[in-house]
């Protein structure tokens, strides 16, 4: 019994965050509710899920295009002098800065009419949500470059810089798929963007069903959005061979730089520059109010700095879990991590709150237990993926000889530290995104919370302009500041390893 509990420990926070409580809440609503009426209205979204899916799969085939030429010129070439430390952060701002922020910066600079005629409809919401993804596949595929053998690399710089480009294009097209899958299973559950460019979703239709008191209705669209992305969650696991990849990573030079690769930057960047100056001259305020507003920007971000100890304990929990279980090849406990990253986030706030809080002690209660348990299950996808790459980036020779060692302490002393530079990056956008998160928040913040996604979410609705957009600067400073800290221990760690 003890070895089975040991064996498990990696599900034990999931069960208790995501499953159990699911389970008890469907029950309830089975039975208060009307079976008849939920499946007729579930069947009535059939073709909701069918658009949900074009938005996404265009969505994310947009996202994946853009990060992939942003991953080939970055990883191909040489890079300017110092671009490890300002291209990465630059990038990265239109993902780690919530939607919220974007939405309240063009409305407060252009105006919501010409918000409504410019980005209500399914062209805004695919825009937005491309803006929003691009950096993560742009990550994701700059990682997978580095799997390229020595000799290939080597082959590689003897062409010309045109041929060599088109061909490690042609390399990439198995990691582009797996990208554009990846973040086509992240984009159906979405709701923010499409809520803020009117467009209908499942994830929205599913809140609007929990909004009125129709759990159950609410569970069925869950089950049909689960149903469509399972057979396609199952692919990204591997089935076959778990140990890591024979390869050696390729030197710090690449191809020669050309005219064009820097030229490529300016555009890249311009639309993060545009909106820092939106956000910049939205928030900048008049002389009288200079000293208030000042004083709500500096109290956004120690909020914002508030956050970052739970984020971390968030990202530790899982990320180390799902580590483990990638470790240990535990492929269907990994599928049950990747599941509840598949729906919308207020399913679990939801289902927390009416099973599980009447039973926690009132002391409990007036702490972020249970947002953290929701935020935990919600990164699920995230750990995995980043998990998986961890392992496959350990050579093969130190991955048999490290696998000999008695599972334990001394096993994770030898492939954790090799993990690390892997399981850096998604932890730092796993904090990133769980500052950002709002549907959990809403449902199971405690009172006095500081929360800065949830205050940015309240000032949208209410609109106050000014002051969305110094919460959303300080956001995007406390993202930026992270990101450098996080690339500077990157790039010490490759010099210390070179």
């Known amino acids: 019994m003890i070895s089975i509990l040991i064996r498990t420990w990696p599900l034990w926070v999931l069960l208790a965050g995501f499953y ?112 929003r993804w691009a950096p993560v596949a742009f990550l994701l595929l700059s990682g997978l470059s580095l799997t390229i053998p020595v000799a290939q690399e080597q082959a590689l710089r003897t062409l010309t810089p045109r041929a060599a480009l088109k061909l490690r294009w042609q390399m990439q097209k198995p990691w582009r798929r797996s990208c554009l899958l990846l973040l086509f299973l992240l984009m159906l559950p979405a709701t923010e963007i499409p809520s803020y460019t009117g467009v209908e979703s499942v994830g929205r239709r599913i809140m609007a069903r929990l909004t009125i008191g129709d759990g159950l209705s609410g569970w069925w669209l869950a089950a049909g959005l689960i149903l469509l992305v399972f057979p396609w969650v199952i692919r990204l696991l591997p089935k076959g061979l778990w140990l890591g990849r024979s390869f050696q990573a390729p030197t710090t030079v690449g191809l020669p730089a050309t005219k064009w690769v820097s030229l490529w930057w300016i555009p890249r960047l311009l639309p993060v520059a545009v909106f820092l100056g939106v956000l910049i001259f939205t928030a900048w305020p008049q002389a009288s109010q200079f000293e208030q507003a000042t004083a709500e920007f500096l109290e956004a971000v120690w909020d914002g700095f508030r956050e970052l100890p739970r984020a971390l304990l968030i990202v530790s929990v899982g990320f180390l879990s799902c580590w483990a279980l990638a470790l240990t090849r535990r492929r269907k406990s990994l599928l049950l991590w990747c599941l509840p990253t598949f729906l919308p986030g207020s399913l679990v706030g939801l289902s927390l709150a009416t099973s599980i809080r009447p039973w926690i002690p009132l002391a409990l209660d007036h702490t972020p237990l249970l947002l953290s348990l929701a935020q935990i299950a919600q990164l699920g996808s995230l750990a995995v993926i980043t998990s998986l790459l961890s392992v496959w980036m350990i050579p093969e020779t130190e991955m048999k000889a490290a696998l000999q060692l008695p599972p334990g302490p001394a096993r994770w002393k030898a492939l954790f530290p090799r993990s690390l530079p892997v399981l850096l990056p998604g932890a730092i956008l796993g904090m990133l995104l769980t500052m950002g998160e709002v549907q959990s928040t809403l449902l199971l913040a405690p009172p006095g919370h500081p929360s800065p996604a949830l205050e940015l979410h309240q000032l949208l609705h209410f609109r106050n302009d000014e002051q969305a957009a110094r919460l959303a600067l300080a956001m995007v400073v406390i993202s930026t500041l992270w990101t450098l800290f996080f690339t500077t221990m990157i790039r010490r760690r490759g010099v210390t390893d070179e």
């Open 20 to 131: 159990i409580p699911v389970f008890l809440t469907v029950y309830q609503d089975t039975l208060s509710g009307n079976f008849s009426e939920a499946a007729d209205s579930a069947w009535s979204a059939v073709p909701l899920f069918f658009s949900t899916a074009l938005l996404a799969l265009a969505a994310a085939f947009f996202a994946t295009l853009i990060g992939g030429v942003d991953a080939l010129v970055f990883s191909a070439f040489r890079q300017p002098r110092g671009a490890f430390l300002w291209l990465l952060p630059g990038l990265l701002i239109t993902f780690t800065t919530p939607p919220a922020a974007i939405a309240s910066a063009i409305q407060a600079t252009i105006g919501s009419s010409l918000l409504l005629a410019g980005t209500s409809d399914e062209l805004g919401a695919v825009l937005l949500l491309t803006m």
